[in-house]
């Protein structure tokens, strides 16, 4: 127990030092060291050690995504629910924050795979899986949560008396229409 709380002291001071290189290092030799204590070949754990890593960061990263969704958002629903205010039942309602929990695996897989890669810090391959992470970050941010946050803002809006008169399906419909032609701009 006592090398695990070693090598959890290492990854966090090499992170805290922004060198993900370091930390992958760090684990990818316990890895290693785990597969040939097993009786691996070790040219086979040379192979595969990054793969398990990868494996264990997506793990992390859809654990972390399961507690966002079945905790964290149910107890802002009660929290959102309890009080007098309306706006915040909208604006908070499940398709705002089931939006902004889709991000949390992608945001955590794109900070963790240098880790998982240590030897291709510069390399196409790391480059090309952090793209992905972040082409579905930015999909998911505009074209999901900022249109679910304007539907909302638009619910708000029209159910207010001086504001029925309004062309705001019309604003929002715009609106809408602007971000689908500038998200692709940003990828």
Not at 4 to 32: F, H, M, R, Y
Not at 55 to 79: E, M
Not at 103 to 112: E, K, Q, R, T
């Amino acid at each position: 127990m006592k090398e695990v709380k070693e090598v959890v002291d290492t990854v966090s001071v090499a992170l805290a030092n922004g060198q993900p290189e370091e930390a992958g290092n760090v684990v990818i030799q316990e890895v290693n060291h785990a597969l040939l204590s097993m009786g691996v070949d070790e040219a086979m754990a040379d192979k595969i050690d990054n793969f398990i890593i990868l494996l264990f960061i997506i793990g992390i990263a859809l654990l972390a995504n399961l507690i966002c969704r079945k905790i964290i958002l149910r107890t802002v629903s009660k929290l959102v629910k309890q009080t007098k205010a309306t706006w915040d039942d909208i604006v908070f309602n499940d398709k705002v924050m089931v939006n902004i929990s889709r991000m949390v695996a992608p945001i955590l897989i794109y900070i963790s795979i240098p880790i998982a890669f240590p030897e291709h810090a510069d390399s196409a391959l790391l480059d090309f899986l952090r793209r992905l992470c972040m082409i579905y970050i930015l999909a998911v941010f505009f074209l999901r949560f900022v249109s679910a946050l304007f539907t909302a803002v638009y619910l708000v809006y029209s159910a207010r008396e001086q504001y029925k008169d309004k062309p705001l399906k019309g604003l929002l419909q715009t609106a809408q229409v602007i971000l689908f032609f500038i998200e692709p701009s940003l990828l």
